[in-house]
């Protein structure tokens, strides 16, 4: 490359990101290309999603998921995301950030806790930690046919108990 005439900057910078020169013609168009940072992530915050476009967006992944089994035989492993998504919309839960320990968003005043059942759990219960720092629960059933459920629980309705977790029964 330096018998071309590039200079050694352009030649490791060229080698730092596996761009090949002799496949995308000349150094000009990359120099363009590296610059352009317009559409990268910046670290900005989500915008506020709409009923609609919550309800929108469930179907896609809904109708994705279905696809993906009907085609590969196996479920994504997306359901526990579908149930978030799910309280959502037809609940009106704010979601927390990502990993955030102790619930999964906020119904008004109340801390909420969402679990799913997917349809391929066998058992009709979910486990809930009680260090969770939660005021209802959120059970969403989602059946073999990808149709949803769902419940919401007052954490006081479990009692007081001395183990690790609750088990909360999804009972018709």
């Known amino acids: 490359?330096?018998?071309?005439?590039?200079?050694?900057?352009?030649i490791a910078d060229a080698a730092a990101c596996g761009y090949n020169l002799w496949e995308h013609g000349d150094w000009e168009n990359i120099e363009e290309f590296i610059d352009d940072t317009e559409g990268w992530d910046s670290g900005r915050e989500p915008k506020s999603p709409t009923t609609l476009e919550l309800w929108e967006l469930l179907d896609e992944l809904v109708e994705t998921a279905r696809n993906y089994f009907e085609i590969a035989g196996r479920h994504l492993p997306i359901y526990g995301e579908l149930?978030?998504?799910?309280?959502?919309?037809?609940?009106g839960i704010k979601r927390h950030k990502p990993y955030t320990r102790g619930s999964d968003g906020k119904l008004g005043n109340d801390f909420v806790e969402i679990k799913t059942i997917s349809p391929f759990k066998s058992d009709n219960a979910v486990l809930v930690k009680r260090a969770g720092n939660f005021s209802k629960l959120l059970i969403v059933k989602i059946s073999k046919d990808f149709?949803?459920?769902?419940k919401m629980l007052?954490?006081?309705?479990?009692?007081?108990?001395?183990?690790?977790?609750?088990k909360a029964k999804w009972s018709e």
């Open 154 to 166: 007052d954490r006081k309705s479990f009692g007081k108990g001395s183990g690790k977790h609750i």
């Open 1 to 10: 490359m330096h018998n071309e005439g590039y200079s050694p900057e352009q």
């Open 147 to 150: 149709e949803f459920k769902a």
């Open 83 to 91: 149930g978030e998504l799910y309280g959502e919309a037809k609940y």
